[in-house]
């Protein structure tokens, strides 16, 4: 059973319009949602995250848009650039007595942008 | 930015070996967690670690593996002994001791185990 689901699989933009890259869950005790971007040959890095409390959080050119009653949330890249292109992987995490996250990935979007 | 460094990146081994995944993580970080990947599939915890001791573990953390971070250095995953499908990128990650603390991940290490 698959708790964090991405769409789509894979996404070609031209340089200078807006991706958009979707993310749904399943599990109601998430709170926490980073987006990680991933080039080839190296980790994921955090680009962005948000929590359930907010509906929206922008830092420059991204912004997560956050629906907690469809449990939704998506990933706008505006004004993509090629540099933008990678895997970007949306994850979610629940509020635990231990303190430490433990991320539930989906199996992220694969966001292409033509020059 | 903080670097989480991964040593080795690339190993294979015949199924039945042990095998030590090591990681360097950040240096004031507290929290320490391996996730891993199977080729096509999405990246699965398997463990976080705190202060000598395992916080939490997933189902895909078999009997076999274990983690350990002697003394302040590396921080490591042990698979003994190895089977087919533990084949996989093993990522590993640190953060500072809170609550939605960003984790960094290393680039992995692919293991193959034939």
């Known amino acids: 059973q698959q708790q964090v689901r991405q769409s789509p699989q894979s996404l070609t933009v031209w340089e200078g319009e807006t991706a958009i890259l979707n993310c749904s869950y399943e599990?109601?005790?998430?709170?926490?949602f980073p987006w990680y971007q991933q080039f080839p040959g190296e980790g994921p890095a955090l680009l962005i995250s948000?929590?359930?409390?907010?509906n929206k959080k922008e830092d420059g050119r991204f912004t997560i848009f956050f629906n907690k009653r469809e449990k939704k949330l998506s990933l706008h890249i505006a004004d993509s650039q090629p540099g933008d292109s990678a895997t970007y992987f949306c994850?979610?995490?629940?509020?635990?007595?231990?303190?430490?996250?433990?991320?539930?990935f989906g199996k992220g979007t694969q966001l292409i942008i033509q020059p | 930015g903080p670097k989480v460094l991964q040593i080795p990146s690339h190993q294979i081994i015949d199924m039945g070996q042990m095998v030590t995944l090591n990681c360097d993580p950040v240096?004031?970080?507290?929290?320490f967690y391996w996730y891993k990947q199977i080729l096509g599939q999405q990246m699965e915890f398997l463990v976080n670690?705190?202060?000598?001791?395992?916080?939490?573990k997933s189902k895909l953390f078999k009997d076999q593996f274990s983690v350990e971070r002697p003394d302040g250095s590396y921080f490591t995953l042990k698979i003994q002994p190895t089977a087919l499908e533990d084949s996989a990128v093993y990522f590993c990650?640190?953060?500072?001791?809170?609550?939605?603390?960003?984790?960094?991940f290393g680039p992995g290490t692919r293991l193959t185990v034939l």
């Open positions: 994850a979610a995490s629940a509020k635990r007595g231990g303190g430490a996250d433990r991320l539930t």
């Open positions: 948000i929590l359930s409390v907010s």
């Open positions: 240096s004031n970080h507290l929290y």
């Open positions: 990650a640190s953060s500072l001791a809170r609550r939605d603390a960003e984790q960094f």
């Open positions: 599990n109601s005790a998430f709170d926490y």
């Open positions: 670690f705190y202060n000598g001791k395992v916080m939490e």
